[in-house]
């Protein structure tokens, strides 16, 4: 029973354009939810979180906005660069020390 | 200077066989974990260690078995390994074990059991 979907596993944006990537859970408890990327070859690491009190949440072109009542949060880059190409994970926290992962969403920025 | 590392970053072995893993964190943090990706690119969770003491055990075969010697070395233990063990395993640590804290992942060991 996977309870955080990514249900995306691959995404492409033009240079300057937004990206917007997608994570729905089905655990109610869950009440802190933080976005990683990852480089081939590497862990991954830690972009942005957001807590359940909050449903925005902002770091430079990084937002988070979180929709408790759909169960569902975005992660949206704007504007993308080739850099951010990478596999993004969504993952969520509640109530237990674990957190639990999505499977990721790979995302291409195309120049 | 690695806030997170792993050693060896690929393993390859056979069936049967004993392997380690070591993990060694210099962030000061008191929690540590082991993740397990496997090729459908889950990331689960498999142990976590707080201050030494284990906080997490999942539901993962007891041929793996963790040691933490001190808050900044978390090594995993694999017996008689498998083929189905092959998978890329990451560690990780927080500052504390609670969800509001991001986790530092290491670059992963990727294991190869033939």
């Known amino acids: 029973d996977q309870q955080v979907k990514q249900n995306s596993p691959s995404l492409s944006v033009q240079e300057g354009r937004i990206s917007i990537l997608n994570c729905d859970y089905t655990?109610?408890?869950?009440?802190?939810f933080l976005w990683y990327k990852k480089y081939p070859a590497e862990g991954p690491t830690f972009l942005i979180s957001?807590?359940?009190?909050?449903d925005k949440n902002e770091d430079g072109r990084f937002t988070v906005f979180l929709n408790k009542s759909a169960k569902h949060l975005s992660l949206h880059i704007v504007p993308s660069q080739p850099g951010d190409s990478a596999v993004y994970f969504c993952?969520?926290?509640?109530?237990?020390?674990?957190?639990?992962f999505g499977t990721g969403t790979r995302l291409k920025v195309l120049a | 200077d690695t806030a997170v590392s792993q050693t060896p970053k690929y393993l390859v072995t056979q069936m049967g066989n004993d392997k380690s893993i070591k993990c060694e964190q210099n962030?000061?943090?008191?929690?540590m974990y082991w993740y397990k990706q496997d090729s459908k690119k889950f990331l689960k969770i498999m142990f976590s260690?707080?201050?030494?003491?284990?906080?997490i055990n999942e539901t993962v075969p007891n041929r793996f078995s963790p040691k933490s010697p001190d808050k900044a070395h978390l090594n995993l233990h694999i017996n008689s390994l498998e083929l189905g063990d092959s998978a890329v395993y990451f560690c990780?640590?927080?500052?504390?074990?609670?969800?509001?804290?991001?986790?530092?992942f290491g670059p992963g060991t990727r294991l190869t059991v033939t």
């Open positions: 962030l000061g943090h008191d929690t």
């Open positions: 655990n109610s408890m869950f009440d802190y």
């Open positions: 260690y707080n201050n030494k003491e284990l906080i």
């Open positions: 957001i807590s359940s009190i909050k």
């Open positions: 990780a640590s927080s500052q504390e074990p609670r969800g509001s804290y991001e986790q530092y």
């Open positions: 993952a969520a926290s509640g109530g237990t020390y674990k957190y639990i």
